[in-house]
């Protein structure tokens, strides 16, 4: 006998969400599901709403309309501390910590688990340490968070978030300023967390490589949805980034049994036609 086949349910739902400004439309009808367990990047050129609508699903922005939901649940239902359990946020930008210490940084990940005057238990540094470890920065512990590096930064609030326990990670543009080495450091991390993340990229190499499902917006709208070889297409290049490019097959596509797409750029082609290099 055949097993039915079980569609899992949605982590998050987004239901012909808009967004604006005054009288001007930043986000229009933006629908998309989120399985539990996925890892997706959001893609679009700049000032194509990717921060817009990543504000929208942490609960920064309020939408105009439409709907998101968390595991069935409109996020404006829940308490801002029930959403906080599940949905952690790394930004881009650090806004100073006030002289903290990497490690008091990292504890604020359990505030949402705390009441106002619970104390920090022997089992609560043991898991502080244990993510500040995950993330490499033990001997850092002590640092104040303002004079860490950018990409010791970013380490230190995934490390926040690995304490927090979310179900979902949303990260905005994480990586823009790391070098190579640690853009592809901490996407791994957050891959190797095992949660279900959200994250914008501004480089597709990288996001192709890492995602399991891609999200495009261009001016507001979803303009393509699937895995990086559905996606990341010359066509889609041209269209949504006005560039000229080759997509090919990453080299390691075999041996990780998955289409990786490898994007070639080429130079001094205007309007990014993909006939153009022909
Ligand atoms: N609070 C606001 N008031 C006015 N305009 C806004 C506001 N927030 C966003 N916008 C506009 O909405 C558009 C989308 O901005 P958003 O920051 O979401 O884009 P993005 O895709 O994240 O861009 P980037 O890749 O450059 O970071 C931009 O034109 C921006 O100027």
């Known amino acids: 006998m055949q097993s039915p086949v079980v569609t899992q349910p ?10 604006s400004v005054g009288n001007t439309t930043i ?22 709403g990717k921060s817009s609508l990543l504000r929208c699903l942490y609960r920064y922005s309020r939408p105009g309309s439409g709907e998101v939901t968390f595991a069935g649940q409109n996020i404006w ?9 599940q949905v952690s946020v790394v930004l881009q930008e650090t806004p100073s910590q006030f002289n903290l210490s990497l490690y008091d940084v990292v504890s604020l990940g359990l505030t949402p688990h705390k009441s106002l005057f619970s104390s920090t238990t022997k089992a609560d540094k043991q898991i502080i340490l244990q993510a500040i470890e995950q993330v490499g920065l033990s001997h850092h512990c002590k640092q104040s968070f303002d004079s860490l590096s950018g990409g010791e930064k970013q380490r230190a609030l995934i490390a926040r978030s690995i304490v927090q326990g979310p179900k979902l990670l949303i990260m905005d543009e994480p990586t823009s300023h790391l070098d190579i080495k640690y853009q592809i ?12 993340v959200l994250a914008s990229f501004h480089d597709l190499n990288l996001a192709a490589s890492m995602c399991d499902e891609l999200l495009v917006i261009k001016q507001g709208k979803l303009v393509a949805t699937g895995t990086p070889e559905q996606v990341i297409t010359e066509k889609m290049l041209s269209d949504v980034f006005g560039v000229c490019a080759e997509v090919s097959a990453h080299p390691q596509s ?16 205007q309007g990014g036609s993909a006939n153009a290099k022909k």
Not at 34 to 46: A, D, R
């Open 10 to 19: 949605p982590l998050l739902k987004v239901t012909e969400l808009c967004w």
């Open 77 to 85: 239902q829940l308490s801002a501390d029930e959403y906080a359990k």
């Open 27 to 48: 986000l229009q009808n933006i629908a998309f599901a989120i399985k539990p367990g996925q890892f997706v990047g959001l893609l679009g050129p700049n000032g194509a």
């Open 254 to 269: 075999e041996q990780l049994k998955k289409v990786i797409p490898r994007i070639t750029y080429f130079y001094g082609y």
């Open 185 to 196: 450091q901490l996407m791994e991390l957050a891959k190797s967390l095992n949660v279900t």
